[in-house]
C-alpha cells in the first residue's frame, strides 16, 4: 500500500529529527489503514521506544510483525537493540542471528553485531563485524552512529568521540556524525573543538 509505505517514512523522518510526538500520529494513521501489516508494527514498537522506552509494548508490536514474517530485518534490529539497552547480550545475538541468517549482509543487523561486540567488551569481535561492513560499503558512516547510540547508552563518550571521527572521516558530508563529534567533545570539556 503505497500510502502507508509513505505514512511510514514520513514517520522514519519525524523519528530521525528525534519528533516521537509526530512520529506516532503518522504510524496512527498508517494503523487504521493496514492495521496488521507488519511494518506498521515495527513502526509502532519504535515509537514506543522512543516517546516512552516502553520495552514491553515495543516486544509485543515486534512478537507481532514477526508472526506475520519472521523475516524483517528491521524487526530483528529493533529486537537485539531492545536486548542491548538491557545488556542482554545472548538475546540481541539470537535476534541479530536470525536476521542475518535471512541476509548476512545487511548493514544495519551488522552494525548492531558490532555494537553488541562492543557492549560485550569483545575488541576483536567488534573489529572483524567492522571490517565486514566497511567492506560491502566503504562509506557507511551509519554504522558508527549505531554503535553509537548503545555506547550513549552505557555513558562511553571518549568511544563515542572515536567512533564519531571515523564515521566523519568516512563522510564528510554526515551531519548527524558531526553533530554527535560536536556534542560528545563539549561533554568531555573540549568546548572550542566541539562547537567548531
Same mark, same amino acid.
Given at each position: 500500500?503505497?500510502? $502507508?509505505?509513505?505514512? =511510514?517514512?514520513?514517520?522514519?523522518?519525524?523519528?530521525?529529527?528525534?519528533?516521537?510526538?509526530? !512520529?506516532?500520529? $503518522? %504510524?496512527?494513521?498508517?494503523?487504521?489503514?493496514?492495521?496488521?501489516?507488519?511494518? %506498521?508494527?515495527?513502526?509502532?514498537?519504535?515509537?514506543?521506544?522512543?516517546?516512552?522506552?516502553?520495552?514491553?509494548? /515495543?516486544? $509485543?508490536?515486534?512478537?507481532?510483525?514477526?508472526?506475520?514474517?519472521?523475516?524483517?530485518?528491521?524487526?530483528?534490529? %529493533?529486537? #537485539? @537493540?531492545?536486548?542491548?539497552?538491557?545488556?542482554?547480550?545472548?538475546?540481541?545475538?539470537?535476534?541479530?542471528?536470525?536476521?542475518? /541468517?535471512?541476509?548476512?549482509?545487511? =548493514?544495519?543487523?551488522?552494525?548492531?553485531? /558490532?555494537? #553488541?561486540?562492543?557492549?560485550?567488551?569483545?575488541?576483536?569481535?567488534?573489529?572483524? $563485524?567492522?571490517?565486514?561492513?566497511?567492506?560491502?560499503?566503504?562509506?557507511?558512516?551509519?554504522?558508527?552512529?549505531?554503535?553509537?547510540?548503545? !555506547?550513549?547508552?552505557?555513558?562511553?563518550?571518549?568511544?563515542?568521540?572515536?567512533?564519531?571521527?571515523? !564515521?566523519?572521516?568516512?563522510?564528510?558530508?554526515?551531519?548527524?556524525?558531526?553533530?554527535? =563529534?560536536?556534542?560528545?567533545?563539549?561533554?568531555? @570539556?573540549?568546548?572550542?573543538?566541539?562547537?567548531?
Amino acid at each position: 500500500n503505497k500510502r $502507508v509505505d509513505t505514512l =511510514l517514512d514520513r514517520a522514519d523522518l519525524f523519528l530521525d529529527k528525534y519528533d516521537p510526538g509526530h !512520529a506516532a500520529e $503518522v %504510524v496512527s494513521e498508517a494503523a487504521k489503514i493496514a492495521p496488521e501489516d507488519p511494518a %506498521v508494527r515495527i513502526a509502532i514498537a519504535r515509537v514506543k521506544l522512543e516517546s516512552a522506552m516502553d520495552f514491553g509494548a /515495543a516486544e $509485543v508490536e515486534l512478537k507481532k510483525a514477526l508472526e506475520v514474517n519472521p523475516n524483517l530485518a528491521e524487526a530483528h534490529f %529493533v529486537r #537485539a @537493540g531492545l536486548a542491548l539497552r538491557d545488556l542482554d547480550i545472548d538475546a540481541a545475538d539470537k535476534a541479530l542471528a536470525e536476521g542475518l /541468517a535471512v541476509n548476512p549482509k545487511n =548493514l544495519e543487523l551488522l552494525s548492531m553485531k /558490532a555494537a #553488541a561486540r562492543f557492549l560485550a567488551d569483545d575488541r576483536k569481535g567488534f573489529d572483524e $563485524v567492522k571490517k565486514q561492513v566497511l567492506a560491502l560499503n566503504p562509506e557507511y558512516s551509519r554504522f558508527f552512529q549505531i554503535v553509537s547510540e548503545y !555506547a550513549e547508552w552505557e555513558h562511553r563518550y571518549d568511544d563515542i568521540i572515536a567512533f564519531m571521527k571515523e !564515521a566523519t572521516s568516512l563522510d564528510a558530508r554526515d551531519e548527524k556524525a558531526w553533530a554527535q =563529534l560536536g556534542l560528545n567533545l563539549i561533554r568531555a @570539556g573540549d568546548d572550542a573543538g566541539g562547537i567548531d
